[in-house]
């Protein structure tokens, strides 16, 4: 049986169960990045806080393309934060105000996002979902890129 964009629906609602593991994470990835753009003090104070804010909205703009796209598979996202941290493999971030372990938390989330992406990206492959991949792989390309920019910040 196929969807309403021609896919396995089987394997589409299989899609739809990753795809909402990621939104999850999205979201507490988000609200970790915005707790450390409002609360991260010292000497790196202007540099990080614009990152963060940089970071949160580009996070923002990702949880509502997920959401979209759990949408035209024929599911539904989920939307409350019980859902959220019951199914998030992201940690909660609490009072972190020192930039290196600011940046050490986002890296450390980028990572679990990172290997959800491709984890969903063989998934989309092996379902012939070329909007999934392709939204993967935009995603997977930025996190990497990130990655190693933060990466090298830390050095």
């Not at 409002?38 to 990702?62: C, Q, V």
């Amino acid at each position: 049986m196929k969807n309403l964009v021609g896919l396995d629906s089987e394997k589409a609602e299989a899609l739809v169960v990753e795809l909402n593991i990621l939104l999850a994470d999205y979201e507490i990835f988000y609200q970790n990045l915005r707790g450390l753009h409002w609360n991260i003090k010292g000497r790196k104070f202007f540099e990080l806080h614009d990152k963060f804010e940089e970071l949160y909205k580009d996070a923002f703009e990702k949880i509502d393309e997920i959401a979209e796209r759990i949408l035209t598979l024929e599911g539904e996202p989920l939307h409350t934060y019980t859902d959220y941290l019951a199914t998030t493999q992201i940690k909660e971030e609490k009072n972190v105000s020192d930039g290196t372990k600011g940046v050490e938390v986002v890296v450390n989330n980028f990572r679990t996002l990172v290997e959800k992406e491709r984890h969903i990206l063989t998934i989309a492959a092996d379902t012939n979902d070329e909007g999934t991949v392709s939204l993967m792989s935009d995603y997977i390309t930025e996190t990497e890129k990130t990655l190693w920019m933060l990466n090298s910040y830390l050095k």
